[in-house]
Structure formats: structure tokens, C-alpha cells
């Protein structure tokens, strides 16, 4: 399938291949260990960001060293009643925090993120703070996050600030392996339920991915940030505002393929604003020290304690 995909890609580019407007909206691909941008589109336009805010939820939640093995039940006021998006965590479940955050960062499961922030010291008020704190901790001047899913459109930011979001996640190596991971079984009240990535490309032949959240509501598009290794380079890609799913994997695949050298750059002299560039000239991309992982080393697991509803006033 996959090559059938980047043959479609291989046919809808012309002769100036790179200078040929993406499918998305908003593109920018960093080279971690030097810093050096090496395309970019429309990287400073602030956009919603849907379900990569999930990446943030989990970082907060590490960082507040709340026990992974403590299982929360998922309540009724987990349930997405805006957006109405399909959950297969039943109301009532008892999960283990640390599969909940498997299920927001791999299957990107709404009511699960909604758990996380539910259960977090203080409440939703609690975390709400803590990511506001987060925020200003790794310069993300353009970034705002109301609430721990992304169904919000209010939660904004632009793929600068999005590429010091994923530098900061990959310190957390609980993040990077539950972003990573193809399929998981998960214990839901005693029963194992079997959970994919929302990402086709990861456990995809060809492809080395140490970080990866997807995204989607009407008002953002397709999203998806990555952190990957091609061609001997360390790169971070944000994806933003694709039309679809496969336009996404088109413009993930062309940036793979501009990584390896199987195709150079080319930026046309009069190329639209809409269009990739290449560059080189502006200044390094990073995570504060407010990026270091906090989160202590998974611990053998104990007896797990319940985290009961909150009752409604």
C-alpha cells in the first residue's frame, strides 16, 4: 500500500519536486542534533493542533510523578459530549494510569486524556495550571492549551512552538515508547483489549521513529508530529492542516525521501508563499530545561490502589 502511496507522490510532482506546495498546510523539519531548519512552510502561522495536545497531557502528568500503577475508572464526564468522537474505553472501567496515557499517546483515545486530567492533583483546575506553567517553561510563546484532548480548537499553537513541544517529549522515554508502539494489549477491568497506533507509519517497513502523535478535528485538519532517522539524520517533522490522512503520509514520505537524498530541493526563484523552502538560516530549535524528563523509572508494579468518582455537587 505504502508503495503504491509514494508512487501517486512520485506522479503528482513536477520537475521542481520540493518547490510544489504540500498537502499540508503548515510544515516544518528540524534536524535535532544541530538545531538547522531544514524545510519549512508557513511554520509561523497559529493554528488549532487537535490531538497533539496529548503530548503535553502526558508530559504534565509524568512531571507531577503521580503512581503509574494506581487505577483510575473512566467516569461519565470523560465522555466527549462536543465533538461526540467514538471511544472504546467503556464508562466504568478500571485502568492502570500508565495504560490510560498508552491509550491517549498510541490510540490517541479522548476519554482517556480526559482521565489523565481529571485525575491530576487538583483536579482539571490542577492540571490546566501545570500546562500553563509547562508552556512558559519551554518558550512556547504562541501556544495556548485549554484542555488535555485537543477537541478544543482553542488549543493553538504553530509548528515552531510544536517542534519544542516533540524536543521536550522525547526526553521522556515513557512517551517515546508509548508513542512508538504499533499494537498493545491493554488490561480494561481484568480483560485484554487490543489497541493500534493512530499512526500508519510507525511499524512500517523502512521506517525509524523514536516519537509520534497524530491529530485530527475539522478545524486543524490532519496533523502529526514525528521524530525520525533517515539518511543518517536525527529529524523532528510537524505536520500541520493536511486535507487528509493519506496527504499527511504523502508529505511524511517526501520528507523522508528529502532526508535520504533520494531528491533534492528545489525551491523555484518566484515560488508561491504557499510553497516548501529549504533553509539553513535561521537559529537553533530548542527545549528549555524545562524539557527534562522528571518521571522516575517504571517501578515493578504493586497493589494497585482505586481512584473512586468524583460525585457530582
Request: hydrophobic content about 45%; proline content about 3%; glycine content about 6%.
Amino acid at each position: 500500500m505504502f508503495k503504491k502511496l509514494f508512487a501517486a507522490a512520485l506522479m503528482s510532482f513536477s520537475v521542481a519536486a520540493f518547490a510544489v506546495p504540500f498537502g499540508s498546510q503548515s510544515v516544518l523539519v528540524v534536524e535535532d542534533d544541530t538545531g538547522k531548519i531544514l524545510l519549512e512552510k508557513n511554520a509561523d502561522a497559529v493554528v488549532p493542533i487537535a490531538s497533539l495536545t496529548k503530548l503535553m497531557t502526558a508530559m504534565v502528568v509524568l512531571d507531577a510523578n503521580q503512581d503509574m500503577d494506581e487505577l483510575i475508572e473512566i467516569d461519565r464526564s470523560d465522555v466527549d459530549t462536543f465533538k461526540h468522537s467514538s471511544s472504546r474505553v467503556p464508562v466504568g472501567s478500571l485502568i492502570s494510569r500508565r495504560d490510560v496515557m498508552q491509550l491517549a499517546l498510541m490510540s490517541s483515545d479522548n476519554r482517556a486524556a480526559a482521565a489523565l486530567a481529571r485525575t491530576f492533583p487538583g483536579g482539571n483546575a490542577g492540571f490546566k495550571a501545570a500546562v500553563k506553567r509547562k508552556i512558559a517553561a519551554l518558550g512556547m510563546t504562541q501556544t495556548v492549551i485549554e484542555e488535555p484532548t485537543g477537541l478544543s480548537p482553542r488549543n493553538r499553537s504553530n509548528a515552531g512552538d510544536l517542534v519544542k513541544m516533540a524536543a521536550a517529549s522525547s526526553k521522556y522515554p515513557e512517551i517515546t515508547r508509548m508513542s512508538t508502539e504499533s499494537k498493545e494489549l491493554i488490561n480494561i477491568s481484568g480483560r485484554k483489549v487490543e489497541y493500534r497506533n493512530t499512526n500508519r507509519l510507525v511499524g512500517a517497513d523502512g521506517w525509524d521513529i523514536g516519537l509520534s502523535k497524530t491529530g485530527y478535528i475539522s478545524e486543524a485538519g490532519r496533523c502529526l508530529i514525528m521524530n525520525i532517522k533517515a539518511g543518517g539524520k536525527n529529524a523532528t517533522m510537524v505536520l500541520l492542516n493536511a486535507s487528509a490522512s493519506s496527504a499527511r503520509i504523502l508529505d511524511a514520505l517526501n520528507v523522508r525521501r528529502f532526508l535520504t537524498g533520494d531528491e533534492p530541493v528545489r525551491v523555484a526563484k518566484a515560488a508561491s508563499s504557499s510553497g516548501i523552502k529549504a533553509s539553513s538560516a535561521r537559529p537553533r530549535v530548542k527545549a528549555s530545561a524545562g524539557g527534562k524528563a522528571k518521571a522516575k523509572a517504571v517501578k515493578k508494579r504493586t497493589k494497585a490502589k482505586v481512584v473512586p468518582k468524583r460525585r457530582k455537587k
